[in-house]
């Protein structure tokens, strides 16, 4: 089975940084990815981790650690057009084939 | 270029009606999804496809149906709306390299009512 955790709410305040966390337990783990799901609209692709370690991508990195079963996701110089849910989702398979998803971490940037 | 789209965007329905949700992808992925998202459940699967003219279960099936007649095309039909079925839901598609760039892109959502 596939048991993934996430916070379910965060706040941070505009031009700091968050760290968002995600745990997950797994029967098979190729690769996570985290996507971005602004309130009443759909998912969209921020990340995609096979490899431990950081990827980088402008303001958003994501971390993995296969050994440990976790990811985490890094925002910084926040904005207030980052207020949005983030979902971790796991895959057993190369790409994003069968994913499973958390249960989302919305977060709120405030002034 | 449309990427994913679903149609309708928004539907009420009675107990006991019928309907059927489609979704269209432009951008050949040989894989489909459909998803229900509810308050604090997240994103789950109900059914999925590898190609045309095959579909298979995914965690949440009961009380929906699906076809895939064409590579483009995913329908999810409801035989008879239940209030639980009261949710959004998604359709996502992705191609089948396997590689980084290999995230399912979404459509725009469908959110249903069921009273």
């Known amino acids: 089975g596939q048991n993934i955790d996430q916070p379910t709410e965060m706040t941070a305040t505009e031009g700091a940084i968050v760290q968002i966390n995600c745990t997950y337990q797994t029967s098979g783990f190729n690769g996570l990815f985290w996507y971005q799901q602004h309130a009443g609209e759909a998912p969209t692709f921020l990340s995609y981790?096979?490899?431990?370690g950081l990827e980088e991508k402008g303001r958003f990195s994501s971390f993995l650690s296969r050994s440990k079963g976790y990811s985490y996701l890094l925002l910084k110089e926040l904005q207030m057009k980052d207020s949005a849910s983030y979902l971790c989702a796991v895959s057993p398979f190369s790409g994003s084939y069968q994913l499973t998803f958390g249960k989302g971490t919305k977060l709120s940037v405030i002034p | 270029n449309a990427g994913v789209t679903q149609t309708p965007k928004f539907r009420v329905l009675k107990t006991g009606q019928s309907m059927t949700l489609l979704c269209a992808q432009d951008m050949n992925h040989e894989y489909m999804y459909w998803y229900r998202q509810d308050p604090g459940m997240g994103l789950r699967l109900i059914h999925y496809s590898v190609g045309e003219g095959t579909t298979a279960k995914g965690e949440v099936p009961d009380g929906y149906n699906v076809s895939r007649l064409k590579k483009q095309n995913f329908l999810l039909g409801l035989e008879s709306a239940a209030p639980s079925q009261t949710s959004v839901y998604f359709c996502?598609?992705?191609?089948?390299?396997?590689?980084?760039?290999?995230?399912?892109?979404f459509g725009p959502g469908t959110r249903l009512t069921v009273l």
């Open positions: 996502a598609s992705s191609s089948l390299s396997g590689g980084a760039e290999d995230t399912q892109y």
């Open positions: 981790n096979v490899l431990d």
